[in-house]
């Protein structure tokens, strides 16, 4: 039933509202924007370019199963579980560089982000302007120095320096755990955690710095009024607001540790087998498919490796999802 018919003062009230100044000037900005070609093409270009970026992550999961697909049929669930890797007999087994990909990231992790963070702490809260100006510049500008460069540094540095001193150090003081055990041979999976502690630090870092800053001056005074040390400051009004975003940096971080692809493959010693020493050589899936791609002659190990690529692929995608999961929750959790 019509409403205007039981009530004649709705049929008034739409009119008056009608009459409105704003309600006119809302009704013309309508129509405007529907008349409007450029609003449309504007946000059909927009909606195009991401759209497009789904379609193309698409894309390279569906080419990279295309490829891997002999080595799918062939292999099943036992390519990820068993750890054969043996292109003469056209075996193959990526269970030891998807664990050699897991424990170096792992180590990266461990040793890269307490180091970001109090790097970005001490920049953001107690380093001088100029200070931390200066040395801002200099660990972003680490950074932009190529994979390859930090791999050479670590063949002629790094990887000398832990065969001659830090192997047999921690061989000498740690030897009864499993993890330090073995001959030292300075390249590893120890070298190759390390240089990617020091190529995903400055990424970690300076996202920490810019959520440090984003955070209002006023709970920093809030804390110190109610007799707050700095430190209990740092904790209370920097560490605990910025947990979301510690959180997304450290993700944004452990992906770039997954896909190194030549500092890794420089330093880890490029052997298919699982050790529990860190001093052991290994292989990452990166690493794999940069050293055997090129050589690859049957159709069976090309499948493998692109099957080894798809699997790298499922892996960074399942963990970006989880972390944004993660920050998904924290962010509800915390007060408005």
């Not at 062939?74 to 390519?79: E, Q």
């Amino acid at each position: 039933m019509d409403l205007s018919m039981q009530d004649p003062s709705v049929s008034w009230r739409s009119e008056w509202s009608d009459s409105l100044p704003g309600a006119r000037t809302k009704s013309v900005l309508k129509e405007r924007r529907e008349l409007h070609y450029g609003d449309r093409i504007f946000s059909l270009w927009v909606r195009v370019s991401a759209y497009s970026l789904i379609g193309l992550l698409a894309l390279i999961a569906g080419f990279l199963l295309y490829r891997a697909w002999p080595a799918v049929v062939t292999f099943g669930w036992s390519f990820v579980f068993t750890s054969e890797w043996d292109p003469v007999r056209d075996i193959y087994g990526a269970l030891p560089v998807i664990f050699g990909t897991v424990v170096s990231s792992l180590i990266a992790m461990c040793i890269s982000v307490p180091l970001s963070i109090g790097i970005a702490l001490f920049l953001n809260e107690l380093a001088p302007r100029r200070l931390a100006r200066v040395v801002g510049f200099l660990i972003e500008m680490l950074a932009a120095i190529p994979s390859v460069v930090y791999g050479l540094w670590g063949i002629f540095v790094l990887a000398p320096w832990l065969r001659t001193v830090v192997e047999p150090f921690l061989a000498k003081t740690l030897g009864f755990l499993p993890l330090f055990q073995g001959p030292p041979y300075g390249v590893g999976m120890l070298a190759s955690g390390i240089i990617l502690a020091i190529m995903i630090t400055p990424t970690i870092s300076s996202l920490s710095r810019e959520v440090f800053r984003a955070i209002p001056r006023s709970y920093r005074e809030a804390a110190m009024a109610l007799g707050a040390t700095r430190w209990e400051t740092m904790v209370i009004s920097v560490l605990k607001s910025a947990r979301s975003g510690i959180m997304g940096a450290t993700i944004l971080g452990l992906g770039r540790a997954l896909g190194e692809t030549m500092a890794v493959t420089m330093l880890i010693g490029n052997r298919a087998q699982i050790s529990a020493s860190l001093f052991a050589p290994a292989q990452t899936m990166a690493s794999v498919i940069a050293n055997e791609y090129a050589e690859a002659t049957s159709d069976i190990h090309l499948a493998a490796l692109a099957e080894v690529g798809f699997v790298l692929f499922v892996v960074t995608f399942v963990i970006n999802v989880l972390a944004r999961l993660m920050v998904w929750r924290m962010n509800r959790r915390m007060p408005a």
